[in-house]
């Protein structure tokens, strides 16, 4: 349940968001776009290298944004909530159920295992939430209230205190301006044993965070029942320094998925790094890698009689040196065997129009044929695997060399084009006939 103050609108990858734009009962105003804006030029102006491309997710049009291919939410510093959702049909598919789209990402994250580099349990997401924001406070909280039953982390944490007996180490200049006067206390140096710890001072700095940007009922409920855990942690300010502290080791391992979301709430860096002050944080995810990762999570359900690896690293472009291998290593995202034959498959997540496929794209997969078929793999084919789009029928493409001695032909690389519609309920059918033509 939201309150009614809230200022959250839906957009699908690649929409547009102007001034006066109306969504339900949110206007876009000029401050909305100024905020973005001035987060654009942040970027633009920023020293550090552009190689993270999830630092750019906006671009700025005239009167207006435009989002990339990042979903997920951001929230500016005066409370507009932007929820992003994937874009599963082109034009052809204009109206699509909203609640559906949303429960199918929901979906999707759950088969995500790394985000740059971290490591998220993300499988018990609620896909039935309407709002994706709250989804993932409430996985905060799922995980922090982990952490409370197992016990808050207690440390010895060095203390200065004016006391009335003399206790650790005495500080000869603070007593001497503390009790010139009142001679019965000794201002000490001692360490005490506390949960005032770095790693609980995130915690609870996530949760006050939170305490003002959640809107759900349940959700707010939930951070003022565990913050009364925290009474005597304090609060921090500078969040990269109290990160830099984090000393978990094997009796505290139960920590690291609350202080992951930690630092996603609080500094931004583990979905998608940005800087700038004009925006709260960005949960964001790349589009390519969920689609990647949730067809590859349905290919090792559904053909578990076969071996199945993602982003294999077994073939390489070239054989002539070890440095030509490691600079030239193939990656392709799925590879199927079984005793007789081999299926690549890679995903893309782009709406063919009718231009069809790239040729970078075809490039890339008659590559994977050629060398997997000379490294010793017998492979019927290569797939390219897209969301659904009825702008570019789907076809087989086949290279073949005619011999001068022979009048049948050899194949030389067999390339299929495969769409997947997401918003089906025979996903697994698809993948299962997929795979299954290759065989």
């Given at each position: 349940m939201r309150v009614k103050n809230d200022r959250t609108i839906?957009?699908?990858?690649?929409?547009?968001?102007?001034?006066?734009?109306?969504?339900?009962?949110?206007?876009?105003?000029?401050?909305?776009?100024?905020?973005?804006?001035?987060?654009?030029?942040?970027?633009?102006?920023?020293?550090?290298?552009?190689?993270?491309?999830?630092?750019?997710?906006?671009?700025?049009?005239?009167n207006g944004v435009q989002v990339k291919n990042f979903v997920g939410v951001l929230q500016t510093d005066s409370g507009l909530t932007i929820e992003i959702l994937p874009k599963i049909y082109g034009k052809s598919k204009?109206?699509?159920?909203?609640?559906?789209?949303?429960?199918?990402?929901l979906q999707m994250l759950k088969t995500v295992r790394v985000i740059n580099g971290k490591?998220?349990?993300?499988?018990?997401?609620?896909?039935n939430r309407n709002d994706i924001l709250e989804v993932f406070i409430s996985m905060f909280l799922e995980e922090l209230s982990k952490v409370i039953k197992y016990g808050l982390k207690s440390n010895y944490v060095s203390v200065q205190s004016n006391e009335r007996f003399l206790k650790g180490k005495l500080l000869m200049t603070q007593h001497i301006r503390k009790n010139s006067i009142n001679k019965s206390h000794f201002y000490n140096e001692f360490d005490e044993y506390l949960i005032d710890v770095p790693e609980n001072q995130l915690?609870?700095?996530?949760?006050?965070?939170?305490?003002?940007?959640?809107?759900?009922?349940?959700?707010?409920?939930?951070?003022?029942?565990?913050?009364?855990?925290?009474?005597?942690?304090?609060?921090?300010?500078?969040?990269?320094?109290?990160?830099?502290k984090i000393q978990l080791g094997r009796n505290y391992r139960y920590y690291e998925q609350s202080l992951n979301w930690c630092e996603i709430f609080l500094s931004g860096k583990s979905f998608t790094s940005f800087r700038g002050s004009n925006l709260a944080?960005?949960?964001?995810?790349?589009?390519?890698?969920i689609f990647e990762?949730?067809?590859?999570?349905?290919?090792?359900?559904?053909?578990?009689?076969?071996?199945?690896?993602?982003?294999?690293?077994?073939?390489?472009?070239?054989?002539?040196?070890?440095?030509?291998?490691r600079s030239y290593q193939l990656r392709p995202d799925i590879v199927v065997k079984n005793s007789k034959w081999t299926?690549?498959?890679?995903?893309?997540?782009?709406?063919?129009?009718?231009?069809?496929?790239?040729?970078?794209?075809?490039?890339?997969?008659?590559?994977?044929?050629?060398?997997?078929?000379?490294?010793?793999?017998?492979v019927k084919e290569v797939v390219i695997i897209y969301p659904y789009s009825d702008e570019y029928p789907e076809k087989k493409f086949q290279s073949t060399k005619v011999r001068n001695s022979e009048v049948s032909a050899e194949i030389i690389a067999r390339i299929r084009i495969k769409y997947i519609d997401l918003l089906s309920n025979d996903i697994e059918e698809q993948i299962k006939e997929t795979f299954k033509s290759s065989s």
């Open positions: 839906t957009v699908s990858e690649y929409d547009k968001i102007c001034k006066d734009d109306e969504y339900s009962d949110v206007t876009i105003t000029l401050e909305d776009i100024r905020e973005l804006k001035s987060y654009i030029d942040d970027q633009n102006s920023s020293d550090e290298s552009d190689s993270d491309e999830s630092r750019n997710f906006l671009r700025s049009i005239r204009k109206s699509t159920d909203e609640e559906a789209v949303r429960k199918l990402f490591t998220f349990k993300l499988t018990n997401l609620n896909t915690l609870k700095t996530t949760l006050e965070f939170l305490l003002k940007r959640s809107k759900d009922n349940n959700n707010l409920r939930l951070i003022r029942e565990q913050l009364v855990y925290f009474d005597f942690v304090s609060t921090t300010k500078d969040i990269q320094q109290s990160i830099s944080f960005a949960i964001l995810f790349p589009m390519e890698k990762a949730y067809i590859a999570h349905i290919v090792k359900k559904v053909l578990s009689d076969c071996d199945v690896s993602t982003q294999d690293t077994t073939c390489w472009l070239f054989d002539t040196t070890e440095e030509a291998k299926t690549i498959a890679d995903t893309k997540w782009k709406i063919l129009d009718h231009k069809g496929p790239s040729q970078a794209d075809l490039y890339q997969m008659y590559a994977y044929f050629t060398r997997y078929e000379h490294q010793g793999s017998n």
